[in-house]
């Protein structure tokens, strides 16, 4: 509506248009929205395909490699072609097969192990119950056969006990209590108690160490690791093992060493479960030795050296 400057109307605008021109605008309307809706529906299609081949066939890829998967034989490795979550998904996958094949060797190796470690001093032990009983062995030899049935006995006990106590290290059930103490206190009571043996054998014991480093450690356990190191090294040393200790910024270090005939060409076989250098022991003592300080975030490993074998431990001076 016209209106002046003081806001009146002044007067009435009146628009006409044939009604022919309103149909045909509508129907251009019409068309645009028909066409509209064509063209999206077509982008739609053709987005659900490409959804379908990039997202869709991958995850079926993925599913059917997944239900292929077997322990018994190994399947050819899946291979997208896609560098998305998906793909990251078939690595994982992949790298979770690779660890399952390896526990699983690792298992049946364990178990033909440990059979032939305990095979040997149950057949020492029913040679000799049958030998008495069908009275082959008789007369002085009965004495003589019941003490290696006794020794046997002992030895399978032994190794039972190791398995056991290693089982528990590497699963949740054993618990670590840990605390801040003299590392050298620890040392010291695990030399005092292989003195006697020592002694027997003729070997000396040389020690040097920080006595002020402290460290966060289960003291029984870290003990048991130090017991096993030397022990070890009273087999083979001829007449001397060093103990060494010393601490930088990070980490104490323990160094045991001894003058025998070190460890062979391989030294980090040493703490393989069963592996026995000299075909005596149980070659489980260093297998726990390794978990405990695995346990304690520390490291541990063994090499030659010109006067026989040496283990080396690390420990963090801190550890959550």
Do not use: C
Request: charged share 25%; hydrophobic share 40%.
């Amino acid at each position: 509506m016209p209106i002046n400057a003081s806001r009146e109307q002044i007067g009435r605008l009146v628009l006409f248009t044939k009604v022919e021109s309103l149909e045909d605008f509508n129907r251009i309307i019409e068309q645009a929205q028909a066409l509209s809706l064509f063209v999206s529906a077509a982008v739609a299609v053709l987005l659900a395909v490409w959804m379908q081949r990039g997202i869709t066939g991958p995850i079926r890829l993925l599913a059917d490699h997944m239900k292929g998967f077997s322990m018994r034989k190994p399947n050819p490795p899946l291979k997208l072609k896609s560098k998305d979550e998906i793909n990251e998904l078939a690595q994982t996958f992949e790298e979770l097969t690779d660890q399952l094949r390896k526990n699983d060797f690792d298992q049946k190796e364990f178990l033909q192990n440990a059979s032939h470690e305990l095979k040997t001093p149950l057949m020492a032990i029913q040679g000799n119950a049958e030998g008495i009983l069908d009275e082959v062995i008789v007369g002085n030899e009965v004495e003589h056969s019941l003490q290696v049935i006794v020794n046997e006995t002992q030895r399978l006990k032994k190794i039972v006990q190791d398995l056991s106590y290693l089982t528990r290290l590497e699963t949740v059930e054993e618990s670590f209590t840990y605390e801040f103490v003299h590392i050298n206190r620890i040392l010291q009571e695990a030399m005092t108690a292989i003195k006697p043996l020592a002694y027997q054998n003729q070997l000396t014991l040389e020690y040097d160490g920080d006595s002020e480093i402290q460290a966060r450690v289960d003291v029984d356990k870290m003990k048991q690791a130090f017991l096993n190191i030397l022990g070890n090294a009273l087999r083979f040393a001829s007449s001397l093992i060093e103990i060494r200790m010393w601490k930088d910024e990070s980490q104490v270090t323990v160094e045991i060493q001894d003058d025998g005939t070190g460890f062979g060409e391989n030294p980090g076989r040493v703490f393989d479960r069963f592996y026995t250098g000299d075909q005596s022991g149980s070659g489980i003592g260093l297998a726990i030795t390794k978990t405990i300080v695995e346990k304690h975030h520390g490291e541990i490993y063994a090499e030659i050296h010109k006067k026989g074998g040496r283990v080396v431990i690390t420990l963090p001076l801190l550890h959550g």
